[in-house]
């Protein structure tokens, strides 16, 4: 039995409402907490169904007779997320808005925000599981459902938010939560699963890049011969290993192309068949940067690790090299040629199903 006061993060979702079901029915002092983010009030692109989600996660609180308020962090989340989003796109990166919305909206601003009122932990509806390490550390392993496993998201989180973090659903399977979501008559048991950008909701990247970017248009050159192909809206709408809305039709044998690059000097986006010898689309050699380690003892010389090199992807047998002049910089090296990693996205390092850190490819 435990009587920690805990403030779980309801986002109108069957998992974290499950989440708090879980942690009432353990004996925590539990409160709820819909957060709400500057997209909510600003101009609504595609489908945001944020009003709905307020109701569903009030609904959840109420049939759980716990308290339920609405914690208003849009500016904190322009600043962190939104900004980091904007600026990496413009720059030719791939940013990744769900990790550092993670890192420094849940487990950093709202976490604090829990602190300040009283609460010993902030729960999620992550699928994730947090087990005691040595020495009063916390590990963080792979969630018990490997089709919904999320620690890839968790990989920016360092040791001190993980002693304040609660993941209540990561033994579970997806059907398991089902059931116990019906079973115990919840409100939104049926309720299908989102998927968009953290907090923003039903919105296309594109949709939103569209309102908040402006088009400078460049051409698309094919890397082999540079063959200008075609006319593009702007680099920041694709990605390295993109292969659909290129704009370019396959050719006359049948073979599609691929985004291999994007050139800044001329704005040129460049791209190949979409083959294993396309050039820059695999590679085995990366480096990474902005390294975050949730142990207490991270790797200080080379060693063999496994990575993620984006969410659900199997693990990667991969050599890991630290910088020694600079420790949050790595060099990687994967056991087999990876595909289309872009900048700015994020490298996942494991040992075993258990989460070390993270960094962003550069």
Excluded at 6 to 18: E, K, N, P, Y
Excluded at 21 to 30: M, N, W
Excluded at 177 to 203: H, W
Excluded at 321 to 341: H, K, N, V, W, Y
Aim: hydrophobic content about 40%.
């Amino acid at each position: 039995m435990s009587s920690a006061r805990t403030l779980v993060a309801l986002s109108g979702g069957v998992d974290s409402a499950v989440a708090a079901l879980l942690l009432q029915r353990a004996g925590s002092d539990v409160e709820a907490a819909y957060m709400k983010n500057w997209i909510n009030e600003d101009h609504i692109i595609g489908d945001c169904p944020w009003e709905q989600d307020i109701v569903d996660a009030r609904a959840v609180a109420d049939h759980l007779g716990i308290p339920f308020r609405v914690v208003n962090l849009m500016e904190e989340y322009r600043e962190r997320v939104v900004a980091y989003l904007l600026d990496g796109y413009q720059r030719g990166l791939t940013p990744n808005p769900d990790v550092i919305c993670n890192r420094d909206i849940k487990f950093g601003v709202f976490a604090q925000w829990g602190r300040d009122h009283g609460f010993d932990a902030v729960a999620t509806g992550h699928y994730a599981q947090r087990t005691p390490g040595p020495a009063a550390t916390w590990q963080l392993l792979e969630g018990a459902d490997p089709r919904k496993d999320q620690t890839y998201f968790l990989a920016l989180l360092e040791q001190d938010q993980l002693a304040g973090a609660r993941f209540p659903i990561g033994h579970l399977t997806k059907p398991e939560l089902r059931e116990i979501a019906r079973a115990a008559g919840l409100p939104n048991a049926t309720k299908k699963d989102s998927q968009g950008i953290c907090f923003i909701g039903q919105v296309k990247m594109q949709d939103f890049l569209r309102e908040y970017v402006p088009d400078q248009p460049g051409p698309i050159v094919r890397a082999a011969d540079e063959s200008v192909l075609g006319e593009h809206r702007g680099l920041h709408y694709f990605t390295l290993g993109q292969r659909k809305g290129i704009g370019v039709p396959s050719n006359t044998d049948g073979k599609a192309y691929v985004v291999v690059g994007k050139r800044a000097a001329d704005q040129a986006l460049l791209v190949a068949f979409d083959e294993p010898r396309a050039p820059g689309l695999f590679t085995t050699a990366v480096r990474i940067r902005s390294l975050r380690w949730n142990t207490p003892s991270p790797p200080r010389t080379p060693c063999a690790l496994e990575g993620k090199v984006r969410y659900r992807d199997p693990h990667v047998a991969l050599q890991f090299e630290p910088d020694p002049a600079d420790p949050t910089r790595a060099s990687i090296t994967f056991a087999s040629p990876q595909r289309g990693l872009a900048a700015g996205q994020i490298l996942a390092l494991y040992e075993g199903n258990r989460l070390l850190g993270g960094g962003v490819y550069w």
